[in-house]
């Protein structure tokens, strides 16, 4: 699997699971969040992620598709700046992502291109000799990589799908998540491709962000966590003596990145 296509589906998996807990009418009562019903916690959430400038994303776990459990570690911000990578899972990968204005950088590991580029891997490997390939946000072929970064494609997502989702919400008991207050809300499967359960667990102090989700159905078993809201995206990039022009290194033909 291609970075482009790890990263998409990062990026989808946690728009995913936000809009299919979290869709609904808007909600604007000041009331106290646990006090409310399920439907109008879950409203909060997606009202106060759909506001936030930026945040940390983590996704770990089985995204489905038959593949081993992954990780994506991403800081990103409306702006379309993000940190972070990827890790594949038994030891099938990782990849560095930096995104910064216009320019993209992306660091594979050795793991990655012998298990992921199996066919020229060893010789581009060689070539970046642990430095980081660096295009331009413009490329094609880094164009789901930028998406990814861009919180704005994850909160339209949101918006987008806020209406087309079923099942039925409950409301559980109040618990802490990474030392968080939060109230969970599950949404269960309503008989199509969303069969399971996934759970938001709502902030109940401060804003109602969402601070966690999981996701558990015949495809998938993972969980998606969000911190860090509104605080910048670091802006350390690496150095031009750490970086190959991308096109320098694939040619101008489409080629695995």
Same mark, same amino acid.
């Given at each position: 699997?291609?970075v ?32 409310l ?5 879950a ?8 506001g936030?400038?930026s945040l ?19 800081t ?48 581009f490997? @060689? #070539?970046?000799a642990? $430095?980081?390939?660096? %295009?331009?946000?413009? =490329?094609? &072929? !880094?164009?789901?990589? *930028? ?14 799908n806020?209406?087309?989702v079923?099942?039925t919400?409950t ?6 998540v990474?030392g968080?207050? @939060? #109230?969970?809300?599950? $949404?269960?499967?309503? %008989?199509?491709?969303? =069969?399971g &359960? !996934?759970?938001?667990y *709502? ?12 996701v558990?159905?015949?495809s998938?078993?993972a ?18 003596e ?6 320098a ?9």
């Open positions: 699997m291609t482009q296509r790890i990263a998409a589906r990062a990026a989808a998996f946690g728009a995913a699971v936000v809009l299919t807990v979290t869709s609904g009418a808007v909600a604007r009562a000041d009331d106290d969040i646990e006090s019903p399920a439907q109008e916690i409203d909060r959430s997606r009202d106060a992620l759909l936030a400038e940390h994303m983590r996704v770990q776990g089985d995204l489905g598709g038959g593949r081993p459990s992954m990780m994506i570690d991403l990103l911000d409306r702006s379309g700046n993000c940190a972070g990578g990827i890790d594949l899972g038994d030891d099938r990968g990782k990849v560095e992502i930096v995104k910064r204005g216009d320019a993209v950088w992306l660091k594979p590991d050795a793991d990655f291109w012998e298990n992921q580029v199996p066919v020229g891997g060893a010789a490997d @060689a #070539i970046l642990g $430095r980081y390939m660096k %295009g331009e946000a413009s =490329d094609s &072929r !880094l164009r789901p990589v *930028v998406d990814a970064c861009d919180l704005d494609t994850v909160q339209e997502l949101v918006t987008d806020a209406d087309t079923g099942g919400l409301k559980g008991t109040k618990t802490t990474d968080v207050s @939060a #109230i969970p809300v599950t $949404r269960s499967g309503d %008989g199509d491709r969303r =069969d &359960r !996934l759970t938001v *709502v902030a109940t102090e401060g804003k109602p962000y969402p601070v966690r989700i999981t558990r159905n015949a998938a078993d969980a998606v966590d969000f911190s860090r809201f509104d605080r910048p995206v670091p802006t350390a990039t690496p150095s031009p750490d970086t190959v022009d991308v096109s290194l694939l040619g101008r033909t489409p080629a695995p990145v």
